[in-house]
């Protein structure tokens, strides 16, 4: 009985998160005009529509590029803040976790507020604003995965290396970094997943030229376009991402990505 209300459980589950994500990518194969479902036939047609439109295809660019960026940045500061916070016991350690965890806490609207204020008083650009805004909202998942695999490092392996002669930056790269590796693509991961689709902060950071795919999939369904073009380019985003989750599968494991 019990084995049944888990696996029921467990079933409801996977409706309510993966049924609207496989009726949106069915729908986008539609050959009809307008969003219907089930689809009366299949066809690439609103994908070909979708690279026609230059908005959307640049978006589409952008939004990649931005999120390999955000994510490369992210992991970069989230090691670092990651590495001194599993290391040091004191109250500056205290506040770097608690400033980076932040962005979790406080609704990315009122974030998106802010920086744009910020951005507005130190005259900064659209591009850079919207880069590092995003590796602020990244910031949390990086941190969290790797300061996970740094806590369960046995630092006595660095402390060997170290008194057989390598420095601590040495050590830490030969010895360190290849061990709790996983934990930093997985939390490279979870950051190019939510730079990727990140909507609410962008909102307020974008600007003529500089418009990410989110914001122009939110613009187009508001006031133009086409459903259907909506639902080719949200199945181009789930490809990216199921690309990059089996990229890194690949090289470090699902097991491995998943206990981190």
Not at 29 to 48: M, N, T
Not at 204 to 220: A, D, K, M, N, R
Request: with cysteine.
């Amino acid at each position: 009985m019990g084995g049944f209300i888990l696996r029921l459980i467990v079933g409801i589950v996977l409706a309510l998160v993966i049924g609207p994500i496989l009726v949106v990518i069915i729908a986008s194969f539609s050959s009809a005009e307008a969003l219907s479902f089930p689809p009366p036939g299949l066809s690439f047609r609103w994908f070909i529509e979708f690279f026609r439109i230059e908005e959307m295809r640049n978006a589409f660019v952008l939004s990649i590029v931005l999120a390999v960026a955000a994510a490369c940045g992210s992991a970069i500061i989230g090691l670092l803040g990651a590495v001194y916070v599993s290391r040091h016991r004191n109250a500056f350690s205290t506040l770097l976790q608690v400033l980076i965890m932040a962005p979790l806490v406080f609704p990315a609207l009122i974030l998106g507020l802010a920086l744009l204020l910020l951005y507005k008083t130190v005259n900064m650009g659209v591009l850079p604003g919207l880069f590092i805004a995003h590796i602020v909202v990244c910031l949390p998942y990086s941190f969290r995965s790797i300061l996970t695999s740094l806590q369960s490092f046995d630092t006595t392996l660095e402390e060997a290396g170290q008194s057989l002669g390598a420095g601590p930056v040495r050590s830490f790269r030969l010895i360190t970094l290849p061990i709790i590796w996983p934990g930093v693509l997985s939390g490279w991961l979870f950051a190019f997943v939510v730079s990727f689709g990140e909507l609410n902060t962008a909102l307020f950071l974008t600007g003529p030229g500089v418009v990410t795919l989110p914001i122009e999939i939110f613009s187009y369904l508001q006031f133009q376009g086409n459903q259907l073009v909506v639902a080719a380019a949200s199945s181009l985003q789930v490809l990216v991402i199921l690309f990059v989750l089996v990229a890194a599968e690949r090289l470090v494991g699902a097991k491995q990505l998943v206990q981190r």
